[in-house]
């Protein structure tokens, strides 16, 4: 199993700024992708995030609110822009490394916007 | 669109009784389908999926395309079965790919 790790597992920020959550996987991936989970709701897939090329975004997110870097094969960030309460969310980070629909999951980043 | 349905929120059952959780999806293309699982304080970890057509930790799935259906069976319950349940569908369109996952539904085991 790969070991994912987050930064910061929480957070409480306030309204207009912004957050950059980092991932960092133990193995190189092709693929990594950004998920949301808001409070009592599935997990949304924001956008997947592959090395060497821009961030491919899920309809209903845009670059401008969730940027996204890919430096290189284990590590990515996603950066929650200009926070709103709406914002406040578990942000989920996780690869595929067999390509087999398999997912393994960081912990998870929760964002509490005021 | 592709979309997957878990229609019960939340389900309580006892201890040694059948459980069966729901999912129903859309999709136009060859399906593949996975049972994900969170523990209390635990990370989303893979449960199962359709193409293994595996047994773990006594769940099983077995996807029906007739019905569009992929419910999880267990027929002898216990607490530490206890979780939330998501069902997921792998989307494959023009070279990318992603899961799309059901609302969850929680299972309490009850003694």
């Known amino acids: 199993s790969a070991v994912i790790s987050q930064k910061p597992s929480r957070d409480i920020c306030q309204r207009g700024t912004s957050l950059t959550i980092q991932c960092q996987v133990d193995s190189q991936v092709t693929m990594m992708f950004w998920y949301r989970q808001q409070p009592g709701q599935s997990l949304t897939l924001i956008a997947t995030?592959?090395?060497?090329?821009?961030?491919?975004?899920e309809s209903g997110f845009v670059i401008d609110k969730f940027p996204i870097s890919r430096p290189n094969l284990t590590f990515s960030t996603l950066t929650v822009s200009n926070m709103s309460p709406e914002d406040s969310s578990i942000y989920l980070c996780s690869v595929d490394r067999s390509n087999t629909g398999e997912l393994f999951f960081g912990e998870g980043s929760r964002l509490t916007v005021l | 669109a592709q979309r997957v349905t878990q229609p019960e929120k939340l389900l309580s059952v006892f201890k040694g009784a059948p459980v069966e959780l729901k999912c129903n999806y859309s999709y136009s293309g060859s399906p593949e389908l996975f049972w994900y699982v969170q523990y209390s304080r635990q990370r989303l970890q893979l449960l199962l999926r359709?193409?293994s057509r595996e047994s773990i930790k006594g769940f099983t799935a077995d996807l029906n395309k007739g019905e569009t259906s992929f419910h999880l069976k267990k027929p002898f319950a216990q607490e530490e079965d206890s979780a939330m349940y998501y069902c997921?569908?792998?989307?494959?369109?023009?070279?990318?790919?992603?899961?799309?996952f059901g609302k969850g539904t929680k299972l309490t085991v009850n003694p």
């Open positions: 995030a592959n090395q060497g090329s821009e961030a491919t975004y």
């Open positions: 997921a569908l792998r989307e494959r369109q023009g070279g990318s790919e992603k899961l799309v």
């Open positions: 359709h193409i």
